[in-house]
């Protein structure tokens, strides 16, 4: 019976590892498309947000029409939202930011905001995860902290807000039944919150967008974010909110390192100790109790 069991939860483990990887890679190469296409001007934030959200809604809305039989399109007017905004402020932070530090100060905003949530909802907080968060915050001020090596605040602030409204977006997107139809319906329903960028554009010298910088927001739309995001609602579906939040504590060191090789950017001193201390301390406080 043991053997047996053992089985059946390898079997279990395996059908979402993979899924999962490629999910966690996407959420990295999101990071690095977006640096790539901001750091020479190939385009501005504004049109990278727009084709990144009309290219994932579209290449989303085509696989439903795929479908046998046809699924209706899910999700929600606050998940566009807060998917709109999460889009926008990861752009606009990413002019100044690195590939590594941008991924961290996003997903420490990530975790914060839903151990706030949870706090709010009255869930148990043991001392060691109430722990755990402190020595991750400790970590996020130690990349903020002044310095020659310190990103820019207003773009680390912006980046933070980013997080905040990913957070939230998973939140509401927690026990999706239908993890492609949802994913297409927030970013079919993201698309007229972009009437927004219409001042910012018209305000600036308009846009500018050149064939990289197409090529990378395509990229980052269909790939990372339309694929990404769809396959990852399927597999928070078959494993736990720890286990969830554990994996996706892999995501800022991929970006880091994606951003040495592909864009040569330095991995600092102060980016790795911050990545040790923000990553031990979220694992602290999400490792299961022995």
């Known amino acids: 019976m043991s053997t047996g069991t053992t089985t059946l939860t390898n079997r279990k483990a395996r059908s979402w590892l993979w899924p999962a990887l490629f999910s966690l890679v996407a959420f990295a190469a999101n990071s690095v498309f977006c640096r790539l296409a901001l750091k020479d001007g190939a385009i ?19 696989l439903l029409r795929l479908r046998r039989p046809v699924l209706a399109m899910g999700g929600s007017w606050r998940g566009g939202l807060a998917l709109f905004l999460y ?5 606009a932070a990413y002019l100044q930011l690195g590939a590594g530090a941008g991924a961290l100060l ?6 914060i905001t839903m151990f706030g949530f949870a706090w709010y ?56 039944p239908r993890p492609l139809a949802d994913t297409a319906g927030n970013f079919m329903r993201s698309l007229p919150w972009l009437v927004l960028l219409t001042p910012m554009l018209l305000l600036s010298a308009g846009p500018h ?3 990289p910088g197409w090529l990378y927001a395509l990229g980052s739309g269909v790939l990372a974010s339309g694929a990404g995001y769809a396959v990852w609602y399927g597999v928070v579906r078959q494993v736990t909110a720890q286990q969830a939040a554990t994996m996706q504590l892999s995501v800022p060191v991929i970006a880091a390192l994606g951003g040495v ?7 600092s001193v102060r ?5 040790v201390v923000v990553l031990g301390g979220i694992a602290l406080a999400l490792a299961p109790r022995r």
Not at 44 to 54: E, G, H, I, N, Y
Not at 106 to 111: E, I, M, P, T
Not at 271 to 275: F, G, K, P
């Open 44 to 62: 501005d934030p504004a049109s990278f947000t727009l084709v990144r959200l009309a290219s994932g809604a579209l290449f989303l809305l085509l």
């Open 87 to 91: 889009a926008f402020l990861f752009s």
């Open 106 to 111: 996003l997903f420490g905003a990530v975790q």
């Open 121 to 176: 909802k009255s869930e148990h907080i043991t001392v060691r995860m109430l722990l755990g968060m402190l020595i991750a915050f400790a970590g996020l001020l130690v990349l903020l902290l002044p310095g020659a090596e310190a990103p820019p605040l207003p773009s680390a602030l912006l980046m933070a807000l980013s997080g905040v409204a990913w957070g939230v977006y998973t939140l509401l997107g927690k026990g999706s």
């Open 209 to 211: 967008l050149t064939t």
């Open 261 to 267: 090789v592909l864009i040569g950017e330095p991995l």
């Open 271 to 275: 980016l790795l100790v911050a990545c």
